[in-house]
């Protein structure tokens, strides 16, 4: 998703769990009272949703769960670049 989205579509994404927004506003994972959201906060609000309502985690292991998520896409950007690159070395 490289679009930004409005409040009121992730909300409709979120079936109107306004609750999940205020949390990871709250834990600092999404902007306080922001009315547009990019790709990567959309996912984050999505997966807490799942992990919050469907597999009953608690709001601090929601926080956990998603900055390791982060760090380990992150880490596997970098993973695929240094690939990339030591191939454009050969």
Do not use: H, Y
Not at 18 to 41: N, Q, T
Not at 68 to 78: D, G, M, P, Y
């Amino acid at each position: 998703m490289s679009e930004r989205v409005s409040l009121t579509v992730l909300l409709q994404m979120l079936e109107g769990d306004r609750e999940v927004l205020d949390l990871l506003a709250e834990r600092e994972l999404l902007p306080k009272g922001a009315d547009s959201f990019a790709g990567e906060e959309v996912e984050w609000a999505l997966v807490a949703r799942t992990l919050l309502r469907e597999l009953e985690v608690n709001p601090p292991g929601v926080e956990i769960i998603l900055r390791l998520r982060s760090e380990n896409l992150a880490i596997q950007r970098q993973v695929t670049e240094l690939i990339q690159q030591l191939r454009a070395r050969r």
